[in-house]
Structure formats: C-alpha cells, structure tokens
C-alpha cells in the first residue's frame, strides 16, 4: 500500500505579520471611550481577574488572551461606530497587551469597588481579591 503525501506534509513557515501601532494606539483609545465596551470590561473583565488574584490563580501570561476575546466581542460596536478594521494577528496581540496593562494598572490603584453579578451591586474591591496585593509588573 503507497502513502501519498502531496502537501499534507509540506510545513508552513510562520507569517511575519507587521504591526500598525497607530491603528493600534487609536482602536485602544476608542474602545476606552466606548461606553458599551467599557461596561463590558467593567463588569466582566475586571472582577474576574480580581477573583483569579484573590483565589491566587491569576496567570499574567494569559491575560492577553482574554483580552482578544474583548476585541472579538466588541468587534460590532467596532464595526458600528468605528470602521470596518479586521486586525491581523500581531495586532490582536498588541491591543490585547495593551488592555492587560491597563486592566493590571487599573486594579493596582484605580477602582475601589467592582461590580458583583452575584449580588448585582457595586462592592469593596477586597472581597474579590481576598486582600491580597496585584503587583504592578507590566506585561
């Protein structure tokens, strides 16, 4: 029996894809300014990172990841108000960095209470986080 290989077993080379900072830069400030996405982030994002601190599960490594899924998910409010943009994978990257910084920065220092879907209502900060410290180590 003959195995036909074709191009099942040729191997790709990864694509070198560039990064538009700009685009980048100016889609973060935008989403920031974005009452939808921001609410979204608000009640969503932050209190479960806060829960994985508290729980000591938080892994800074993934924080960009979940972050990717705050683009895919605001991708219509993008489309609707902003422009039609599809970023390429280091892009994705980058913005996603970018909003795990500023969600680490935010819960370092800039929000005493978060939102709890529990209770529905704003409560300490500490009761996610189980008094532990988020360290300001950028990504």
Known sequence: MAVLLGSIGAVRK???YSIDHE????????MQNEQSI????ERS???????????GKLDKTKLPKLFEYLYKNSYPTI??????VKLNPAEREALAKLWADQAI???????????????????PLIKFTKGKKIGTVKL
């Open 14 to 16: 990864p694509k070198n």
């Open 23 to 30: 685009l980048v830069d100016d889609l973060f400030l935008f």
């Open 38 to 41: 921001m609410k979204s982030y």
């Open 45 to 55: 994002f932050l209190p479960n990172i806060a829960t994985k601190v508290g729980q």
């Open 79 to 84: 489309v609707k108000y902003y422009a039609k």
């Open 105 to 123: 920065e935010d819960l370092s220092g800039n929000y005493d209470q978060l939102y709890s879907g529990r209770t529905n209502k704003y409560e």
